[in-house]
């Protein structure tokens, strides 16, 4: 094997597939990257077994084949060397890859066969679509964070897909909340199918995702065991998650007896001060929504025993009924992180009572919905 | 807005849940439960088990001015309870109506009980018990009566009433229990766990009213036998001590006897001797105007008061008895009645820590404290505890170069120094605590410990037992409100139960309902978890619980010791070792763990840290 490439284009390259480098993994393979030059150019892959990326770079070709290095060894290399132009070589038969750099720097790192590296599974004849960049980061960021941590039931630790015609619905739910995304795809499925991909691959695909118009395609493999996306020069490829997703349409709420309406990060700056106090409980944090003529406004409260108690006030427009809630204070700001992004201006508190499940969305958008069950405490009365 | 008007209707009925039978309905409300977690709480079940229904029968005999019980029950109350009184009985014309929910005549007869307000209240034990039981017969004759009557339900239907004979006084005879709640039945834990609630209810009766005579037999034997004493308070309740513990405890237990500053507030009891702790806690009774309550928080405060006295593990042989106002105290939070809320928790924990301090001070210097082989500190006993590992063990890690041999430990206090109470009355006068100084995190090893600087040295800390420590803290000694928060789940979730853990359920379910766990029966064995409690923050409980289930088994159920519940609890949510932990993480938690009462122990008891003073690395390396 024989490459010619920039130093700019490897190191890039090594950072993009860095991220499914299994690197405390006792198989040497797994902290090792696979490096493979044919006439399609030359591909960089990276695996840890859950998901897989594979980084197209720009290089020049002189005698296909293939090796796999250790991945921090190589990265160090390539990000100490300061010139433009780095040949690789790899003799016929020989595990050691010699690489040269413009500027004389001449190494050789010890290698092992590409043919011990696992498999990166094909996507054979299945299913795909075509999302926009900003459009798929934009869904990803409302509603992985919802999905579970703890693997007590694996479909929840993923995110559920669901493709019907044109529209395409995201959902994570960990037990406590739940939220649910759609969006209009361009290209339509030929059936309904559902799928769940596990949320880790999605937080990877979303650090590759950019804010622009650029097309992801969404590969689904035939029989539902794989899914891949490529993002320009990058695909990644994710074991899909096996078994049935529970339904959830019927959690979400479709009335209320409250609603708030304010700006996202003025509820969050208000939530921010009250976790401090907050986090040292058990994470309660109380909302009172006033809806009095002369006062619309949520107080905000916390206490922290031994260390003391905190109240807020932010306004805002209250439709219905005065009444409060309790939230997990975690759970609050993750989904507040969200709706005061850089697009949300308002967001919509909705509630029906302190023990019935709190709903939020996105002012001006119906697309989005989190629905966070409250904690029962006891309130004083005031 | 009526359609939300009508939907808060709707919620106030959802906490009973759809497929509650109706017994459990709320009974007719004695205050408005407008608070979901208050109706919650008050939905669940009269009776549950057969300990439940004893206590039920007890009280209304007590309530009737009995002054002598006798109890007798066959195959740990499954075949039968029956309880016999000597009280005011029952007209004949109202036996029936005895029977009817929410008939109660507790407001007309409480006269004649000076002190304490009635037991019952709701009129919901009896149409409860005959509802569930295969055949409940309830014989009385009135005082003054010239003769008896007898009313008899089978499968809850009534049979009529017909003459019987019988002294003056109430019989009630309740045969197999559980027939018409199968469900129930399953989860019963085994005869020996149910015949120690039952043994628990009957000696609680005699230590809140030892004025009363009570003979129990169970099954084939006759455990608890009280004959009332003569005299004053403290006589009568050292005999009573002595029916239900032993002679020897009650003769050289600390008599309690104080009051609130205000007078609101009085305590007795009996405060027992360091010899007579036990391994469990069993031996700690709490009762609040009369009743037997189950609160973390007083018990607390019991055992905190007794630190010290005792060898760690060890729990203290103690009577505590409340009298409240009755407006200072709210009864109806439990079906069971067996949690009250106080109004001001704050007062009777003070009172308590200062009844019992002074006591045990009072009783070391009439005779020598008995603080077995820890007597050294005698002149001392508010050190703090020194058979705590993590002052005289001092383990240290294999494998990692040459073994680190310490010279003389170190004292702790000398190494994580904490000002050191001077005398008696400080150390009293407030719940004294072993916090940590502040700790700098440096890093992790082995993906096991989280290693920090403190004033005096290195220090590594278990990850995991340091994040249980914090989490079982969080658990027991939440704020009151918070100990009642819940995280009720999106959706219950339905756990299925092999044999073992159905029994473990049963024997240890009204712990972990006091912990904030919300699971209901829910066919055979199959439970349906609603809610965890807010301090575990997992969204996985079924994995929570099934843990817990397998750490408790099946053992008698001590409904006061939340600890090893607890313990499980913190374990199964909290950091494992060999997980990899960011430094903020790292941070955090010692943070923590700094503001833990008792930082230096997880709650297995095992150090949840290591300390190497600075000196010893230094003498190490030559230097000193
Ligand atoms: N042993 C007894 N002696 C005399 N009267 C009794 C006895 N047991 C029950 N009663 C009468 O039957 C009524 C109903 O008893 P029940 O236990 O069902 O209700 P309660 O005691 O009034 O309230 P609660 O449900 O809170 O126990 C009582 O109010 C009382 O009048
Ligand atoms: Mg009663
Ligand atoms: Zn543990």
Redesign the pocket.
């Known amino acids: 094997m024989r490459i010619q490439t920039s130093q700019a284009a490897l190191q890039h390259g090594l950072g993009v597939v860095a991220r499914a480098v299994a690197a405390r993994h006792s198989l040497d393979q797994l902290r090792h990257v696979h490096l493979e030059a044919d006439d399609d150019g030359v591909r960089l892959t990276a695996t840890d077994t859950e998901i897989a990326m594979i980084c197209s770079i720009d290089a020049v070709v002189s005698e296909p084949g293939a090796i796999t290095i250790p991945h921090r060894f190589i990265n160090d290399l390539v990000s100490a060397l300061s010139s433009s132009e780095i040949t690789i070589d790899v003799a016929d038969n020989s595990l050691v890859a010699q690489i040269r750099a413009s500027d004389a720097n001449e190494s050789s790192i010890n290698g092992m066969s590409p043919t011990t590296y696992p498999n990166i599974p094909g996507i054979g004849d299945g299913d795909w679509i075509k999302i926009v960049a900003r459009d798929l980061r934009d869904a990803l960021r409302h509603v992985v964070f919802a999905a579970a941590t703890d693997d007590g039931r694996p479909v929840l630790t993923g995110v559920h897909f669901r493709f019907d015609g044109d529209k395409m619905t995201l959902a994570a739910a960990d037990g406590f909340r739940l939220a649910v995304y759609d969006m209009n795809v361009a290209t339509e499925l030929s059936e309904r199918l559902e799928i769940t991909v596990p949320a880790r691959a999605l937080t990877e695909l979303e650090r590759l995702l950019t804010d622009d118009d650029a097309a992801v395609e969404m590969y689904i493999h035939a029989d539902r065991t794989y899914v891949r996306f490529h993002v320009r020069a990058v695909q990644m490829t994710a074991q899909l998650i096996q078994g049935n997703y529970p339904s959830y349409d019927q959690l979400i709420p479709s009335e209320y007896q409250t609603r708030a309406i304010l700006p996202g990060s003025v509820l969050q700056g208000g939530v921010r001060s009250a976790a401090v106090f907050a986090r040292e409980s058990s994470g309660i944090i109380r909302l009172i929504f006033s809806g009095e003529s002369d006062d619309q406004s949520i107080t905000l409260t916390a206490r922290a025993e031994e260390l003391g108690n905190h109240r807020g006030r932010v306004d805002a427009a209250i439709e219905g009924e005065n009444s409060r809630i309790a939230y997990n204070v975690r759970y609050l700001q993750d989904v507040l992180q969200v709706a005061s992004g850089p697009a949300v201006s308002e967001i919509a508190m909705e509630t029906s009572g302190p023990s019935n499940p709190g709903v939020f969305r996105v002012v001006g958008r119906d697309n989005y919905v989190h629905v966070l069950m409250p904690m029962f405490v006891q309130w004083e009365d005031a | 807005m009526s359609r939300a008007a009508g939907r808060a209707v709707r919620d106030a009925a959802e906490p009973g849940g759809q497929t509650r039978p109706p017994i459990r309905q709320p ?1 007719r409300p004695i205050r408005e439960l407008a608070d979901p977690v208050a109706a919650q709480i008050a939905a669940g079940e ?1 009776v549950e088990r057969p300990a439940a229904a004893l206590k ?2 007890i ?3 007590a ?2 001015g ?1 002054e002598r019980l006798q109890i007798e029950i066959a195959a740990a109350g499954r075949e039968r309870i029956a ?1 016999h ?1 000597d ?4 007209a004949e014309h ?1 036996l029936a ?3 009817r ?1 929410h ?4 407001l007309e ?1 409480v006269a004649d009980l000076s002190r304490l307000a ?12 005959a509802a569930a039981a295969g055949r409940v017969r ?1 014989t ?1 004759r009135p005082r003054g009566a010239a003769r008896a009557a007898r009313i008899e339900f089978e499968d809850g239907v009534s049979l009529g009433l017909r003459p019987a004979a019988r002294a003056e ?2 019989t ?1 005879e309740v045969d197999d229990l559980f027939a018409n709640q199968p469900a129930r039945r399953a989860f019963l834990a085994g005869p020996r766990a149910e015949r120690a609630a039952i043994l628990r209810t009957a000696t609680d009766a005699v230590l809140a009213r030892p004025g009363a005579s009570l003979r129990l037999r169970l099954d084939a034997r006759s455990p608890l036998a009280h004959e009332p004493a003569a005299g004053d308070a403290e006589s009568q309740l050292r005999a009573a001590a002595a029916s239900v513990f032993n002679n020897r405890a009650a003769e050289r237990a600390a008599w309690l006897e104080r009051r609130s500053e205000d007078g609101a507030v009085a305590l007795d009891g009996l405060a027992g001797a360091s010899d007579d702790a036990r391994r469990t806690r069993d031996g700690l009774r709490l009762f609040v105007n009369g009743r037997p309550v189950h609160d973390r928080r007083l018990s607390f405060a019991v055992q905190e008061a007794y630190r010290g006295w005792l060898a760690a593990g060890a729990f203290p042989l103690c009577v505590v008895r409340l009298t409240v106002p009755a407006e200072a105290v709210d009864v109806n939070i439990h079906p069971a ?1 067996t949690e009250v809320k106080l109004r001001d928790p704050g007062a009777a924990f003070g009172l308590i820590q200062r009844a019992i301090r002074e006591a045990l001070a009072r009783e070391s210097y009439r005779s020598p404290p008995r603080l077995g082989a820890r007597s050294h500190e005698a002149e001392q006993p508010d050190l703090p505890d020194q058979a705590e590992p993590g002052s005289t063990t001092r383990p240290v890690f294999d494998g990692t170069g040459p073994r680190v041999a310490l010279p003389t430990p170190v004292p702790r206090a000398a190494v994580l120094a904490e000002p050191r109470l001077g005398g008696w009355e400080q150390a009293s006068s407030a719940v004294r605590d072993e916090r940590l100084p502040p700790l700098r995190m440096v890093g992790q090893l082995h993906r096991t410990f989280i290693i920090a600087e403190g004033p005096a040295g290195l220090v590594l800390v278990d990850q995991h037992g340091a994040h249980e420590r914090v989490v079982y803290e969080r658990l027991l000694a939440a704020p009151e409100d918070a100990a009642r928060a819940l995280q009720p789940l999106l959706e219950p979730v339905l756990i299925n139960l092999d044999a073992a853990e159905a029994a473990s359920w049963s024997a240890a379910r009204e712990r972990l309902d006091g912990l904030g766990f919300r699971v209901e029966p829910f066919g055979e064995r199959t439970l349906r978890v609603r809610a965890v409690p807010a301090a575990l923050q997992t969204a996985d409980a079924e994995r929570l619980l099934r843990g817990v289930l397998a750490d408790l088994g099946d053992e008698p159920a001590e409904p006061e010791r939340f600890d090893r519940a607890a313990a499980s609890a913190a374990c199964h949510v909290s950091v494992r070792r060999g997980a990899v932990l960011d430094p903020p993480a790292m941070a955090a938690l010692l943070r923590d763990l700094e503001r833990c009462r008792q930082p230096h122990t997880c709650p297995h008891g095992r150090p949840t840290l290591v300390e190497i003073a600075a000196d010893d690395v230094l003498r190490r390396f030559g230097r000193k």
């Open positions: 009974a009269v039920e029968l009280e209304n005999a309530d009737a009995a309880v009184d009280g005011c009985g029952i109202e109506l005895a029977f929910r008939a109660t005549s507790k007869r009635s037991y019952g209240f709701r009129g919901e034990a009896l149409p409860a018990i309830m009385s006084g109430t009630v009645k």
